[in-house]
């Protein structure tokens, strides 16, 4: 074989190599059609479907609907029922003993007077309130590291690709080395620098394989797949649009995230329960109505007795229940600020690093990879010249396959600190419904 044939051959190779920038040959979204690939929606509605965590959250909405129920019930305390039935021998004196038969009924029941019912009513709804916050948090939380992963998976499939065609190259140059060397036309040098190349390509694609199973392996426990299905991912690792929000936009979308209403709805539970333990040092007032029959048959008695009772709030006066509501209180309002805080902090510095991979992204894509294609152009004349060798040409294409993975890297972080943002920001465009 002739060296030029390898060389052409070499720089068509590279150069046929798909940019991140360019759509999917017509062949392989056929491929992935047959293939019947997991889309991001897909992942989604299966990971809601099976994830656990989203389940578990979901269980405690009918022990918090229970205590909102029974905080909107018209009184706190049940109305008491009670009856007597009395049998009374009386002795008379030379007379056999008189029998009566006497009764009496009574309901009461006990009041609060402090205006429980409502702080109880306030606490119940705010606690619902973040309950519900919380589900859209773990919600977003179950999305957002499902897509993470499913770009993951994008990423690493493409690597493989990337892998799969340099193997190719390098052993087919390693190939044709051999046979010139046999010839006499090229140097051991040159012989063991292609085997060395086409050895360092297998490794590294079966590196990216590995990291390809365990990536789908991964995604497949979040959705709960069989062993024997595991996901391939089908989509775009590329940004499809320009992100629709500005830094400013996020922080102050980010006071209004789920787990910061999640936290000031508890607050506010926190703060209607001390209420409700302040005005229980107020007694509640208990009333009730009695009614009976008493005395000898021929002059029964009818009875007929309301009841009022206070008790005196001398020695209890509910001390620990407001020490533990206002300590519960404060450590709620330490919670919410401390996270407001973190958030700010948190979506700033996935701001800058986001900004960072966008402009990486864009250099590699504007800059490096039409300078490699127009390296490749220039070495097949420089080696029709005579003016480099088989060494010059590896390095060639090694700097093109270094630029793809490369791409291929920036991109995959672009897409995780991208979902890490809006998660932070609580920007559920695209993520909740």
Do not use: C
Request: proline share 4%; aromatic share 4%; glycine share 4%.
């Amino acid at each position: 074989m002739r060296i030029k044939t390898l060389v052409i051959a070499s720089a068509m190779a590279v150069a046929a190599w798909p940019s991140l920038a360019q759509e999917a040959a017509p062949a392989r979204i056929a491929e992935a059609a047959a293939l019947r690939d997991l889309t991001l929606a897909d992942a989604w509605r299966l990971a809601e479907a099976a994830n656990p965590a989203i389940r578990a959250k979901q269980a405690e909405l009918a022990s918090a609907e229970g205590v909102r129920t029974d905080a909107n019930a018209l009184l706190f305390n049940n109305p008491e029922l009670a009856a007597e039935r009395t049998r009374r021998d009386v002795p008379r004196e030379g007379l056999p003993d008189e029998r009566r038969q006497e009764w009496s009924a009574s309901l009461q029941q006990t009041l609060e007077i402090a205006g429980q019912r409502g702080h109880r009513r306030d606490a119940a709804d705010a606690a619902m309130t973040a309950l519900q916050e919380e589900i859209a948090e773990v919600r977003a939380q179950v999305r957002i590291e499902v897509a993470q992963q499913f770009y993951r998976i994008l990423a690493l499939q493409q690597r493989a690709e990337v892998e799969e065609q340099a193997l190719g190259l390098f052993e087919s140059t390693a190939t044709a080395v051999q046979k010139r060397r046999a010839a006499g036309e090229d140097t051991k040098l040159d012989a063991n620098v292609a085997t060395v190349e086409a050895e360092r390509a297998r490794n590294q694609l079966a590196v990216a394989r590995e990291q390809l199973l365990d990536a789908r392996s991964d995604l497949a426990a979040k959705l709960q797949l069989s062993p024997d299905r595991l996901p391939k991912a089908g989509g775009d690792l590329r940004p499809v649009a320009l992100a629709p929000y500005t830094l400013e936009t996020l922080l102050g979308q980010s006071a209004t995230q789920p787990r910061l209403r999640a936290l000031g709805a508890r607050e506010e539970s926190a703060r209607a329960r001390l209420k409700l333990e302040n005005a229980a040092r107020y007694p509640d007032v208990t009333v009730g109505v009695a009614v009976g029959r008493e005395g000898p048959t021929s002059a029964r008695e009818n009875l007929t007795t309301v009841r009022l009772s206070v008790p005196l709030p001398l020695f209890k006066r509910n001390a620990a229940g407001i020490g533990q509501a206002s300590s519960a209180l404060t450590q709620a309002e330490i919670s919410r600020s401390a996270a407001l805080r973190d958030t700010q902090a948190q979506v700033r510095s996935l701001w800058s690093k986001l900004e960072s991979l966008k402009a990486r992204v864009n250099r590699l894509q504007d800059r490096v990879l039409p300078a490699l294609l127009d390296n490749q152009q220039l070495s097949v004349k420089s080696q029709r010249a005579g003016q480099i060798g088989l060494l010059e040409l590896i390095v060639v294409n090694r700097q093109a396959l270094d630029a793809r993975r490369d791409l291929i890297d920036a991109l995959g972080d672009y897409q995780t600190t991208r979902l890490s943002l809006e998660l932070a920001a609580g920007w559920m465009e695209g993520v909740l419904p």
